[in-house]
């Protein structure tokens, strides 16, 4: 029997020693080629067929300006499609998120166990892909012991010209910072401007990880192609939520090794004892 399938947990894949050592200096590391281009190809054309099917039910939500504070970045027309959850929609999104190649390298990150907190598809129009002012994502949804990290997966090349993720390096160990919050949590637009933000140009197959510390943003899609990524936001199960925010359908499935607090919940009602607890504080 190989090392792969149900019948061996071995650890598969992993980060080398030198790019472990660049994320916790730099707090993200771009790792190049996880998955191959034609997979990429194949997961590019799965999200733009679920845009369109949820544009077709007129679904909520789906297309939009972005965040209203991307205004601050550009006067430009922004557009972007987006859609939580994707993994409801589609089972070769489901297959993607517990893949070893993402949750071995995560794990080698933040430990063993790897817990789903919310996916997140983006489609960057070509021409008006709406941007993101630089921003941390701790204000959305702190937790105690910040283990919480995204990994962004280019379904097709992102240079520079198609608004790729930017981050300021290091600005993870700043821990969190204030925000202002009009339409999206973001930092200052003129004291942290996009466009002087490190850029992380990627290639399709390529997957950026980022601690939710890590000032990030991105710049308009100025280019005539898409720019279509997947972000998935993970933790350590035993890093708790300081809030009841962000709550979403699916979070707190494993994707990799196990929780060891055993805080699945029973399926309805309350997701967790810390949601549970929560809302029983909130009640007295
Ligand atoms: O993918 C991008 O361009 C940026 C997304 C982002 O900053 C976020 O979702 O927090």
New binding site residues.
Partial sequence: MSGNGLISGNKAYGLTPEQIAFYRENGYLLAEGVFTREEAALLRQETHDLARRLLETQATGVKGEGWKSGAKVTDLPRELLHCHNVQFHSAVLSRLIVDPRLTDRVADLIGPNVQLHHT?M?I?PPERGAP?PM?Q?YPYFPHERHTMMAA?IHFDDAPVEK?C?RVVPGSYRQGPLEHINDGGHHLPVERFPVAEATPCPARAGDVLLFSYLTI???GLNTSQEART?L?VQMRDPTDHPLKLVHLSRGQGMMLRGVDPEADAGTGVGPVSRFEAQFKAAQAT
Avoid: Q
């Fill in positions: 997140k983006f960057k993101f921003h994502d962004t608004g993720v990030h943003g991105s990524t972000l």
